[in-house]
Each structure stands twice: as structure tokens, then as C-alpha cells.
């Protein structure tokens, strides 16, 4: 299982203090970093900007949300910066959440199945063939894209339940799960994307996992941090179902947390159960006693690789 880094949406950063801290992940031996795009910075723009200060490490997207964005106008995006990082981009769709897309952004969340296979099919088939032909109930779509030097990339999706997975299996290259312990994944997760990759005729897709994690001397007040910090994760739907499958009271039953040898051991489970990829969700202490640098110097250390 690779071991890559989740980074924020750029709250509170600068698209360069952001890039910054790419360049340093690519330094430190990261093989990739996700990054957020929620109600801050534009994630592809600030990949396309590190892409040009960085080499090897992917940079991926956890997750742009599809209801706002036409999937040519975002397919045309994510060519670009394709290209401006030298073809290591991965692309990472999801549809948020009702609350945020209907009562922040005024857009009917309708028919998920429908809107994301209808919105798969369009960005896949312009990203890897050149154009779409999409007459579908929520997009009429005939058109092409060509960009200079562009090839094709993986696309994912954010898919964690059943109907989502098969979806995913049969169109893309693999799903981005949060808040999904080794349970929810080894027995809901794999087995159904993995089936319908092969129905498909594809290969086994990806499993790109996140969870919260600290190294600290202080488990039990990082885990208490952790239930505050990612309460909103045990009442949004899908999650909470997630939560329920793993038999976890909220968040913080997810988070890995304590010594080194503690959250190797949670990393571990994780690759077992199935994920082909971790991108740590890291955060610090309330104390601040030194936890965010501990982590990050014990993920450095694993060489990329679990």
C-alpha cells in the first residue's frame, strides 16, 4: 500500500505556501498528495502551479465536486493541467453533499446514479478518447476536446456504498474513501468494485483510503481532539453509514492514534483489507507537543510504502 498525504483545501495558505509544502512532500519521499477542494483554494490550479516545481510525486485530487462544474468545462481543466504537471495528475470526482450543494450553492442534488454516470461517461470518454457523445436524462453532450500533449489520467470517485462502487468499477479507475476502517473496506468496498471492474473488462481499480492519524505521546487527548475536530463526519449520511458498517460510535473510533508502532500496525490493517493507497489525514494535538512533525517524520519514514 502507498503511503501519500492529504492536504487541506488552502484555508488560511497561499497557492505558493501550498506548493511549497508539495515540493517539501515530493522531497520527503511522498509518492503522492491529495488535495482538498472545498471553500478555499481551486484544487487543479494549485496541482497545476506545483506540477511545475515538482517531478514525481502525483497530485491528486480529493475530491472536486461534479454538480457545479460541466463535465466538458472540467474535463478541459483537468487535460490542462495534465499536461502543465507532466501527466501525474489523478483526478478525483465527488458529488459533496446535499447541505453543501443545494442549500449552500442552490443546485438540485438529483438522482446521484444517473447525474455521476452520465458525468463519468463524459469526462472519461473526451480525457481518454477525445470526445463524448452523452444523451443521457441529465446531460446532452456532443462534443470533443483536444489538448496539446494531453493523454490520459485516472479518474476516481469519491464511492463508498454499493450502487456507487459498481459505478465506479465498470467506468473509472478506482474510489477515494474517508472515514472507511479495514472492515467497511475489505468486506463492502473491494469486493464490489472489483466485480464490477471485472464485469467491465478493466482492471482492478484503486483504493485510496484516508483516515485521521496522529504519532503522539497523548492518544487519549488526540482521539478527544479528533471527535470534535471531525464530529460533522458521524451525521452526514454516507459517512455515518460507514461509521455503522466499521461498528465505530463516530470518527474518532477511526483514528489512528498513539506511537509509531500503533499506527504502523492501523496502516497495516488497512493495506489487508484491500487499499492500494493511504493518503494520512494528519492533525495535530491540542497541546501541540510536537505530534503534526512526529507524524509526518514516521510516514516519511515508511519509504513510501506499507
Same mark, same amino acid.
Given at each position: 500500500?502507498?503511503?501519500?498525504?492529504?492536504?487541506?483545501?488552502?484555508?488560511?495558505?497561499?497557492?505558493?505556501?501550498?506548493?511549497?509544502?508539495?515540493?517539501?512532500?515530493?522531497?520527503?519521499?511522498?509518492?503522492?498528495?491529495?488535495?482538498?477542494?472545498?471553500?478555499?483554494?481551486?484544487? *487543479?490550479?494549485?496541482?497545476?502551479?506545483?506540477?511545475?516545481?515538482?517531478?514525481?510525486?502525483?497530485?491528486? &485530487?480529493?475530491?472536486?465536486? &461534479?454538480?457545479?462544474? /460541466?463535465? /466538458?468545462?472540467?474535463?478541459?481543466q483537468a487535460a490542462t493541467v495534465n499536461v502543465a504537471c507532466g501527466g501525474r495528475l489523478a483526478l478525483g470526482l465527488g458529488r459533496s453533499h446535499q447541505m453543501v450543494i443545494e442549500n449552500m450553492f442552490g443546485i438540485p442534488y438529483d438522482k446521484p446514479i444517473t447525474h455521476m454516470r452520465e458525468y463519468l461517461t463524459a469526462v472519461c470518454d473526451l480525457t481518454r478518447n477525445g470526445s463524448c457523445a452523452v444523451d443521457? @436524462?441529465?446531460? @446532452?453532450?456532443?462534443?470533443?476536446?483536444?489538448?496539446?500533449?494531453?493523454?490520459?489520467?485516472?479518474?476516481? +470517485?469519491?464511492?463508498?456504498? =454499493?450502487?456507487?462502487? $459498481?459505478?465506479?468499477?465498470?467506468?473509472?479507475?478506482?474510489?477515494?474513501?474517508?472515514?472507511?476502517?479495514?472492515?467497511?473496506?475489505?468486506?463492502?468496498?473491494?469486493?464490489?468494485?472489483?466485480?464490477?471492474?471485472? @464485469?467491465?473488462?478493466?482492471?482492478?481499480?484503486?483504493?485510496?483510503?484516508? *483516515?485521521?492519524?496522529?504519532?503522539?505521546?497523548? =492518544?487519549?487527548?488526540?482521539?478527544?481532539?479528533?471527535? @470534535?475536530?471531525?464530529?460533522?463526519?458521524?451525521?452526514?449520511?454516507?459517512?455515518?453509514?460507514?461509521?455503522?458498517?466499521?461498528?465505530?460510535?463516530?470518527?474518532?473510533? *477511526?483514528?489512528?492514534?498513539?506511537? $509509531?508502532? &500503533?499506527?504502523?500496525?492501523?496502516?497495516? /490493517?488497512?493495506?489487508?483489507?484491500?487499499?492500494?493507497?493511504?493518503?494520512?489525514?494528519?492533525? =495535530?494535538? =491540542?497541546?501541540?507537543?510536537?505530534?503534526?512533525?512526529? &507524524?509526518?517524520?514516521?510516514?516519511?519514514?515508511?519509504?513510501?510504502? +506499507?
Amino acid at each position: 500500500m502507498k503511503i501519500g498525504l492529504a492536504m487541506g483545501g488552502g484555508d488560511g495558505q497561499t497557492p505558493a505556501e501550498l506548493v511549497d509544502k508539495i515540493v517539501e512532500a515530493e522531497k520527503d519521499g511522498f509518492p503522492s498528495i491529495w488535495l482538498a477542494n472545498i471553500f478555499s483554494l481551486d484544487a *487543479l490550479t494549485v496541482l497545476a502551479l506545483a506540477g511545475e516545481k515538482t517531478s514525481t510525486i502525483e497530485l491528486g &485530487t480529493a475530491v472536486v465536486p &461534479t454538480y457545479p462544474r /460541466h463535465p /466538458h468545462a472540467l474535463a478541459q481543466q483537468a487535460a490542462t493541467v495534465n499536461v502543465a504537471c507532466g501527466g501525474r495528475l489523478a483526478l478525483g470526482l465527488g458529488r459533496s453533499h446535499q447541505m453543501v450543494i443545494e442549500n449552500m450553492f442552490g443546485i438540485p442534488y438529483d438522482k446521484p446514479i444517473t447525474h455521476m454516470r452520465e458525468y463519468l461517461t463524459a469526462v472519461c470518454d473526451l480525457t481518454r478518447n477525445g470526445s463524448c457523445a452523452v444523451d443521457g @436524462k441529465m446531460y @446532452k453532450i456532443n462534443a470533443s476536446l483536444s489538448v496539446k500533449g494531453g493523454k490520459p489520467f485516472p479518474v476516481m +470517485v469519491g464511492a463508498l456504498m =454499493p450502487k456507487m462502487l $459498481e459505478l465506479c468499477g465498470t467506468l473509472c479507475d478506482g474510489t477515494l474513501t474517508w472515514m472507511s476502517g479495514p472492515k467497511h473496506i475489505e468486506k463492502n468496498i473491494v469486493p464490489v468494485l472489483n466485480d464490477a471492474a471485472k @464485469k467491465a473488462g478493466r482492471p482492478a481499480p484503486r483504493v485510496v483510503a484516508s *483516515l485521521p492519524l496522529s504519532v503522539t505521546s497523548d =492518544p487519549d487527548g488526540a482521539k478527544k481532539f479528533a471527535a @470534535k475536530a471531525f464530529e460533522i463526519y458521524g451525521v452526514l449520511p454516507v459517512y455515518r453509514a460507514c461509521l455503522d458498517a466499521e461498528g465505530a460510535e463516530g470518527p474518532a473510533d *477511526l483514528a489512528l492514534v498513539g506511537d $509509531e508502532a &500503533t499506527v504502523r500496525k492501523g496502516l497495516e /490493517h488497512l493495506a489487508a483489507a484491500g487499499a492500494t493507497d493511504f493518503y494520512g489525514a494528519i492533525f =495535530p494535538t =491540542p497541546e501541540d507537543d510536537g505530534s503534526y512533525d512526529r &507524524t509526518m517524520k514516521f510516514l516519511a519514514s515508511l519509504g513510501g510504502s +506499507v
